[in-house]
């Protein structure tokens, strides 16, 4: 439903999530908050910003990823910009179409996070459009028209989130690799956080029924008897009412996996886990 939608707000929000993203890769996030608003849906628009960052930062080995707005007349432009691969030009329409690909090997799954996002563009009566040069970088661009101005609150670029206490805060662990399990269960008891590590789906539920309540879940995505960790996820959450942060991981670069966990609304960070971004996304998750 179109409304009037803070900027600052809702980019803030994202940027921190894709910030963790591209900490994982080496990758700079620049990001400056506006205090200016649209009329749009937030939740379909914050998806279509979601998966062209998520875009942008997997296909870019070095660099920068830019998150910028750029105001034009009674419209606004939101930008994500990359120093990646870049899209060849006869690519450059078609990529918008699912399930296609750019002809470049390492553009392999491009097609459809951005297949995605041109549909929920073009629902939400926006304009998608693309900038690339091969070899030098994209921008993709989201036209959208202008709402009354806010009041610019905060700035998470400009000022880092602060060292979160974790104390008292509680995770449930799922992994099916011992050492890997026992190493980070370890980690994150050393930041003051309880955690419970299991390593069968059966364990976790048992840990629920017997009243446990994590304040996040961090799951590996492949499990036994080929269950995935996002699966077990729903199957808690529809049994207990668990209504908490889900952190898929996984040393698969499949982007199926990827889009599977996104897709349930869950968040997803490659192994090995960098403590550092893991730190800083349960700094988000559990403040």
């Known amino acids: ?150 009041e610019l609150t905060t700035s998470v670029a400009a000022k880092p989130d602060t060292l979160a206490s974790f104390t008292g805060k509680t995770i449930l662990l799922l992994d099916n690799e011992p050492q890997l399990r026992s190493a980070v269960a370890e980690l994150l008891r050393s930041w003051q956080i309880e955690v419970i590590a299991v390593g069968q789906p059966s364990e976790a539920l048992q840990a629920l029924q017997q009243g446990f309540k994590p304040d996040a879940l961090l799951f590996d995505y492949h499990l036994d008897n080929n269950a995935t960790g996002v699966e077990v996820a729903e199957q808690l959450a529809a049994h207990f009412g668990v209504n908490v942060p889900v952190v898929i991981h996984s040393a698969d670069h499949n982007e199926a996996i990827r889009e599977h966990a996104l897709n349930a609304g869950y968040y997803f960070l490659l192994k090995p886990l960098k403590p550092a971004a893991l730190k800083k996304l349960f700094q988000r998750l559990l403040r």
């Open 1 to 150: 439903q179109p409304q009037s939608v803070s900027l600052c707000a809702l980019l803030d929000d994202i940027a921190r999530d894709a910030a963790v993203l591209a900490e994982e890769k080496g990758l700079t996030l620049r990001y400056v908050p506006s205090k200016l608003a649209v009329t749009t849906d937030r939740k379909l628009l914050k998806r279509v910003i979601q998966n062209l960052l998520a875009n942008a930062i997997r296909y870019t080995a070095t660099g920068k990823v830019v998150l910028g707005v750029k105001r034009r007349g009674a419209n606004l432009q939101i930008c994500v910009m990359d120093t990646g691969i870049g899209i060849a030009a006869q690519d450059q329409q078609r990529i918008f179409e699912e399930f296609q690909q750019g002809e470049q090997q390492d553009q392999r799954g491009l097609g459809l996070g951005l297949a995605i996002a041109s549909r929920i563009t073009t629902i939400l009566g926006h304009a998608l459009t693309l900038w690339s040069v091969p070899g030098k970088g994209s921008c993709f661009s989201v036209t959208l028209p202008l709402a009354a101005p806010v």
